[in-house]
């Protein structure tokens, strides 16, 4: 019996969004939050590099620089984690395709020769999906060392002992841990 409104927001917008009240509870990768937020670790994994099956693979380092990269950008800039990896050890990518989100990710893969670096629960979520005509994705490992990902669940700290709010947590959590 509760309603709720999801925003769109991602690890940049989420802690300004906290700090303001704007939401109250927020899961995804973040890094930086506000002084007064709580949090609590949801899942950890690593990263992956989704190709079609039919183009070359394994992918390898030299490869990796070598093909063409889509990357998921909600603001729009063409370089991520993986660049500043690469630019460390004097290699670098070339991003041709930004997206917004992971919504038509799959069909932009699928017969072409790109290659886009996600994490590993959402290249088990999309090659979970099958084949789409006998086409299908494979999931590489990422050819480089990478810390390893976390999504967090984050919320106003005046929010902690709020009963709803612990409820939906709680919910959160379940639903996290069920995957």
Known sequence: HCRL?????????????LESGEIGTAV???DELPATAKQRVLRRGNY????????????????YCARPHVLVTPRGDLTGFADDAL???GRS?????????????????LGSD????VSDALAEALLARGSDAGRRLVADPLPFQREDWTVRMAWRGVLDHDPGEAWLRARIVEAMAAR
Do not use: I
Not at 9 to 16: E, K, M
Not at 114 to 117: A, K, N, P
């Open 5 to 17: 409104v999801l925003r769109n927001a991602n690890y940049r917008t989420v802690p300004a969004m």
């Open 28 to 30: 995804c990768f973040m």
């Open 48 to 63: 992956r590099v989704l190709r079609d099956a039919a183009s070359p693979g394994p992918v390898d380092l030299d490869s």
């Open 87 to 89: 630019e460390r050890l």
């Open 93 to 109: 990518r070339r991003v041709v395709l930004g997206l917004p989100d992971f919504g038509v990710l799959r069909q932009v893969l």
């Open 114 to 117: 790109l290659l886009c670096t």
